[in-house]
């Protein structure tokens, strides 16, 4: 058996751009062997690709609301690695304003309901032997589970019930497999190019405690940890990282 299959290994959905990538980038730093999925085979390859100078990685093609794609991808993970140590449910649709609750169709509910939250219980229900032996699960929620802007009804929906789901799945798995997870606030997901030609105006940092908008790395190293033995005594916890943001009250005057 090679060195890098006696490594942890980590699952991380929608990793092809984003928090998802600059989680897998953190996990590599780490000394993890990651496998990346995505819906976007394009982009994930070239994210894999990317990142290999980093560590041992591989892309699977993966839509997490498709029962039978979830379950070829990680059987070919199972065949490739023979363990999963790590899970992080990050895969998820990301515009969070879906208009006029009135005009808020059916179709489009049930379509953010199924990648947010139900593809992260079809995703975790897979992996659950594999992670059997001992493993821990971070789901990827958002700020916006407790506070929200007008025309958000499905997204926030969807993030509060990852948060509950993670908790009751912390209680159903344990000991054996730590669940938590961890809620972003504001994160310039935008390649280092785009942040670099069009800047955030400097009022955007300042609404945030720590004097600046978030990077994914920013979520990459919380994640590192929670999936780590550093964490052995953390369960069933959501973990805001929004740079204080959410902790501030403000007033227009």
Request: proline share 4%; aromatic share 8%; charged share 20%.
């Given at each position: 058996m090679t060195a890098a299959h006696e490594q942890r290994v980590a699952l991380i959905t929608g990793a092809a751009r984003g928090i998802g990538k600059g989680v897998a980038a953190s996990l590599l730093?780490?000394?993890?062997?990651?496998?990346?999925?995505d819906i976007d085979e394009l982009e994930g390859q070239e994210a894999a690709q990317e990142l290999a100078r980093l560590g041992t990685v591989e892309f699977l093609v993966m839509d997490v609301a498709d029962e039978a794609s979830v379950q070829a991808a990680v059987e070919q993970l199972e065949g490739d690695f023979g363990r999963l140590d790590g899970l992080v449910n990050n895969a998820g649709l990301a515009d969070p304003d879906t208009g006029p609750l009135e005009?808020?169709?059916?179709?489009?509910?049930?379509r953010l309901l199924a990648v947010n939250l139900t593809g992260a219980?079809?995703?975790s229900r897979q992996c659950l032997p594999l992670?059997?032996?001992?493993?821990?699960?971070?789901?990827?929620?958002?700020?916006?589970s407790l506070q929200s802007e007008v025309n958000t009804e499905?997204?926030?929906?969807?993030?509060g019930g990852l948060v509950a789901l993670t908790h009751a799945m912390a209680v159903s798995l344990g000991p054996n497999i730590r669940v938590n997870a961890v809620s972003p606030g504001w994160i310039d997901t935008?390649?280092?190019?785009?942040?670099?030609?069009?800047?955030?105006?400097?009022?955007?940092?300042e609404q945030h405690a720590v004097g600046r908008v978030g990077q994914p790395e920013d979520i990459g190293e919380l994640v590192?940890?929670?999936?780590?033995?550093a964490a052995g005594f953390i369960t069933g916890q959501n973990m805001v990282a929004d740079g204080?943001?959410?902790?501030?009250?403000i007033y227009r005057e």
């Open positions: 730093r780490a000394g993890w062997t990651v496998v990346l999925t005009q808020l169709s059916l179709e489009r509910w049930n219980f079809l995703v992670l059997r032996e001992g493993g821990a699960i971070v789901n990827i929620a958002s700020t916006r499905a997204y926030a929906a969807s993030k935008r390649p280092d190019a785009v942040q670099d030609s069009d800047p955030l105006r400097q009022v955007d940092h590192a940890f929670l999936l780590s033995p204080g943001m959410s902790r501030q009250m």
